[in-house]
């Protein structure tokens, strides 16, 4: 649920896949980027690694195609997002830029690792990290970058007291507070026609 939650908060709209024929997604719907009038199709897989993250991290993140249902399996209008509690190494990003595929890394943290204990109103990730390769942009987001929101310790917008900071999409330079809803009527029509 960690993953889902923060990603809604980025204008996703998922739905849980997991299970022993997932072959490797555990989430799969749609992401709301500001630059397009449509939804593109997203692949997701969830890693909460011990370790430093490896290159071969995006090659499997590539085979994922493989498995998705009809209409995810094109990479040329389908993204490939990676999200994990680690944040991207030097080979990592290198090979996200080498990728064949549009491929997006998201770093949270959890936030309940701490002291095990968040309200229930409050988030439960923190975005640390947002990358994408040159075929991400070449499906129409340019525009959209990446900046740095600060906040005070409760994740509430600073007003003194302790800073703490948060990675957030910016839109034409300013930050994009996307639109977050539980599900689209253009995501059911794009399930429907697709078999889910």
């Not at 969830?46 to 995006?58: E, G, H, M, T, Y």
């Amino acid at each position: 649920y960690l993953c889902l939650q923060t990603l809604a908060r980025l204008s996703f709209t998922l739905t849980r896949t997991g299970g022993r024929a997932d072959h490797g997604i555990d989430l799969l719907g749609h992401w709301h980027s500001p630059s397009l009038p449509y939804p593109l199709r997203v692949l997701v897989q969830c890693k909460a690694l011990r370790s430093k993250p490896a290159p071969a991290l995006i090659r499997e993140l590539e085979g994922i195609y493989a498995g998705a249902p009809a209409g995810w399996r094109n990479g040329d209008t389908t993204i490939a997002v990676l999200v994990a509690k680690r944040q991207a190494t030097k080979g990592v990003r290198e090979a996200l830029r080498r990728s064949r595929v549009p491929v997006l890394w998201v770093m949270l943290e959890d936030l309940a690792e701490g002291d095990g204990y968040v309200e229930a109103e409050e988030e439960m990730g923190r975005v640390r990290q947002i990358l994408w390769n040159a075929k991400v942009i070449g499906l129409g987001i340019e525009g959209l970058g990446v900046g740095v929101r600060y906040l005070s310790p409760s994740g509430k917008r600073v007003d003194g007291g302790e800073v703490e900071k948060e990675v957030v999409l910016t839109w034409k330079g300013e930050p994009w507070e996307p639109v977050v809803a539980e599900k689209r009527v253009d995501d059911e029509e794009e399930d429907k026609s697709s078999g889910l």
